[in-house]
């Protein structure tokens, strides 16, 4: 891994906040909000996975309740964008801002439940069909996308903002979202989703260098293991990443076999994932081997990482 070419630093009029130096020879910690990204215990995101803005809401009132520390809002799973969307992989400029409405305005009642609970921040994320998510868009239409509604975000004030959005590196719009939202105070998130394997350690370190060069604030990345050692070569890659990339890492091993990747703050993950069940009692994971956020709490404590409560 290169270690270079890290971002500059913001000057905290928008989401962000500002990157501080992690301590120690680490990369330097993003501030989400009142929340430290990298540098410690990971943070940890509960992903918004309702069908309409109504129901995100009651989720994101729920996770505040349960102590999440960002709010992911998946507005790929959200039914009005992907009735605009349907399944064109490249659809008119006319859906994409039916999609940008509807998106701005669950932002806005998430951004109500979160500002509740002092400003919990947001993280934003449309996830492609080709990375496990439902919006079937191929790159140019998700570079559109994604520009449309940075292009609309730049008119509301910046601590309404969400405070990150994630960029699939594949899609390869990485570096002009990147500039675009670096003149918003918005971090990116530099992704990367691997449901059919875990790739070798030098293709996985490549991604993660790829995703510096081009601009990520944090790199986020997720495979699939076939073994023990698959999980093990993961936090490998995670633990020499947090040491010497020149921003934070988020890495996890999915599935069941992978779920210690969640929990084991050693390794260096900046972000973990964790779900909160609903009315009824029942969970909706936004990724397989996802746990629920008390399980979270407790693991992280037991392992090294933040105390319970």
Same mark, same amino acid.
């Given at each position: 891994?290169?270690?270079?070419?890290?971002?500059?630093?913001?000057?905290?009029?928008?989401? &962000?906040?500002? /990157?501080?130096?992690?301590?120690?020879?680490?990369?330097?910690?993003?501030? !989400?909000?009142?929340?430290r990204i990298g540098g410690g215990a990971p943070a940890v995101v509960v992903s918004l996975?309702?069908?309409?803005?109504?129901?995100? $809401?009651?989720?994101?009132?729920?996770?505040? $309740?349960?102590?999440?520390?960002?709010?992911?809002? $998946?507005?790929?799973?959200?039914?009005?964008?992907?009735?605009?969307?349907?399944?064109?992989?490249?659809?008119?400029?006319? &859906?994409?801002?039916?999609?940008?409405?509807?998106?701005?305005?669950?932002?806005?009642?998430?951004?109500a439940a979160a500002a509740a609970a002092s400003g919990v921040p947001v993280l934003l994320?449309? $996830?492609?069909?080709?990375?496990?998510?439902?919006?079937?868009?191929?790159?140019?239409?998700y570079a559109v996308l994604m520009r449309l509604l940075l292009d609309e975000l730049a008119? !509301?004030?910046?601590?309404?903002?969400?405070?990150?959005?994630? /960029?699939?590196?594949?899609?390869?719009?990485?570096?002009?979202?990147?500039?675009?939202?670096?003149?918003?105070?918005?971090?990116?998130?530099? &992704?990367?989703?691997?449901?059919?394997?875990?790739?070798?350690?030098?293709?996985?370190?490549?991604?993660?260098?790829?995703?510096?060069?081009?601009?990520?604030?944090?790199?986020?990345?997720?495979? !699939?293991?076939? &073994?023990?050692?698959?999980?093990?070569?993961?936090?490998?890659?995670?633990?020499?990443?947090?040491?010497?990339?020149?921003?934070?890492?988020?890495?996890?091993?999915?599935?069941?076999?992978?779920? /210690?990747?969640?929990?084991?703050?050693?390794?260096?993950?900046?972000?973990?994932?964790?779900?909160?069940?609903?009315?009824?009692?029942?969970?909706?994971?936004?990724?397989?081997?996802?746990?629920? /956020?008390?399980?979270?709490?407790?693991?992280?404590?037991?392992?090294?990482?933040?105390?319970?409560?």
């Amino acid at each position: 891994m290169s270690g270079a070419g890290g971002p500059e630093g913001r000057d905290g009029s928008g989401g &962000s906040g500002g /990157i501080e130096d992690g301590g120690g020879g680490a990369a330097p910690a993003l501030t !989400w909000g009142h929340c430290r990204i990298g540098g410690g215990a990971p943070a940890v995101v509960v992903s918004l996975t309702g069908p309409t803005a109504a129901h995100v $809401r009651r989720q994101a009132q729920r996770a505040v $309740r349960a102590g999440a520390d960002v709010l992911e809002l $998946r507005v790929d799973l959200l039914e009005e964008v992907r009735r605009a969307l349907g399944e064109e992989r490249h659809p008119r400029v006319s &859906s994409l801002r039916a999609v940008t409405d509807c998106v701005l305005e669950t932002l806005t009642q998430v951004e109500a439940a979160a500002a509740a609970a002092s400003g919990v921040p947001v993280l934003l994320t449309c $996830r492609t069909a080709a990375e496990g998510g439902r919006a079937s868009l191929g790159d140019a239409g998700y570079a559109v996308l994604m520009r449309l509604l940075l292009d609309e975000l730049a008119s !509301w004030e910046p601590r309404r903002r969400p405070v990150a959005v994630d /960029i699939e590196v594949r899609r390869g719009c990485l570096p002009e979202v990147a500039a675009r939202a670096r003149d918003l105070g918005v971090d990116v998130v530099g &992704s990367f989703h691997d449901f059919e394997g875990t790739p070798a350690d030098a293709d996985l370190e490549e991604v993660l260098d790829r995703m510096v060069r081009e601009g990520g604030d944090l790199a986020k990345i997720a495979v !699939w293991p076939a &073994s023990a050692e698959d999980v093990a070569r993961l936090l490998g890659v995670t633990a020499r990443a947090a040491a010497s990339l020149p921003v934070p890492v988020a890495a996890m091993s999915m599935g069941a076999l992978g779920m /210690i990747s969640r929990v084991a703050a050693v390794f260096g993950s900046a972000l973990t994932f964790a779900v909160v069940p609903d009315e009824e009692g029942c969970i909706e994971a936004s990724a397989p081997g996802q746990l629920p /956020i008390d399980e979270v709490r407790r693991c992280l404590s037991l392992l090294g990482g933040r105390p319970i409560g």
